[in-house]
Nanobody
Framework: QVQLVESGGGLVQPGGSLRLSCKASDIVFGRYIYAWYRQAPGKERELVADITRSGTTNYANSVKGRFTISRDNTETTVSLQMNNLKPEDTAIYYC????????WGQGTQVTVSS
């Protein structure tokens, strides 16, 4: 079973930045799309951004121009650089491989508040 370990969250003021990282114990990591998701209190989990094996990216409209997803196929990590954070970005952030049915990791909490 693939394990997903997210890190890098924290408390930040509006306008601040954070960089999230996810380590996947996926021996075929480099072959597949990986994605970041988030779940805010009382809301469903939503897709934030994804990245293909070759580096093509896709973003939710709410984060375009502020977030950047990247990956390192050698290290089997996927990262999310988050700039100009807003209170509505507050959520638990998770990474996963879409459609793979992997168990979710513990996520990393991002709180944007003054």
């Amino acid at each position: 079973q693939v394990q997903l370990v997210e890190s890098g969250g924290g408390l930040v003021q509006p306008g601040g930045s954070l960089r999230l990282s996810c380590k996947a114990s996926d021996i075929v990591f480099g072959r597949y799309i990986y994605a970041w998701y988030r779940q805010a209190p009382g809301k469903e989990r939503e897709l934030v951004a994804d990245i293909t094996r070759s580096g093509t990216t896709n973003y939710a409209n709410s984060v375009k121009g502020r977030f950047t997803i990247s990956r390192d196929n050698t290290e089997t990590t996927v990262s999310l650089q988050m700039n100009n954070l807003k209170p509505e970005d507050t959520a638990i952030y998770y990474c996963n491989r879409p459609n793979a049915a992997f168990s979710w990791g513990q996520g990393t909490q991002v709180t944007v508040s003054s």
